[in-house]
């Protein structure tokens, strides 16, 4: 019985599940930004806003489609699926009313993103950081 548990956990799990780590949203440490709530990364990945706190321009950089950082990521945060999210942008762009993230395809890209502008904001496992950036946002496991 134990056994059977066990192997239905192991098979039930999501992939990321496996390794799990938290996801960080990280700027630039220049951007003049310390910490941001839920709130306020909900809104700059969503569209809703593109500014920090402070008044500074927001520039949101988001993983490739395929990533399954980027699949978590939105889950974590707004309970939604990769198409969900692709949906609700294809919705968005239609109406004119704001513009989806950056997209890049590979984390190192956004990382360096990151490095290169104050404006850039980010979002990765917590393991995958190689660069001097401040993390203003956790999402737990």
């Not at 969503?46 to 990533?67: C, H, K, V, Y």
């Amino acid at each position: 019985m134990l056994r059977r548990l066990l192997l239905f956990l192991f098979f039930a799990l999501p992939p990321i599940a496996a390794n799990a780590e938290s996801i960080v949203v990280v700027v630039n440490p220049e951007s003049g930004v310390e910490s941001l709530s839920r709130d306020e990364v909900i809104n700059i990945f969503l569209g809703r806003f593109r500014q920090f706190p402070t008044g500074n321009m927001a520039l949101p950089i988001d993983l490739s489609r395929e990533d399954p950082v980027r699949r978590e990521f939105y889950q974590r945060l707004v309970g939604k699926t990769p198409s969900e999210i692709n949906s609700y942008w294809s919705r968005l762009i239609l109406s004119a009313k704001t513009r989806p993230p950056i997209q890049v395809e590979r984390v190192e890209d956004a990382l360096t993103l990151v490095h290169r502008s104050a404006s850039a904001i980010a979002y990765l496992e917590r393991r995958q950081m190689n660069k001097p950036m401040r993390i203003v946002f956790e999402l737990p496991l």
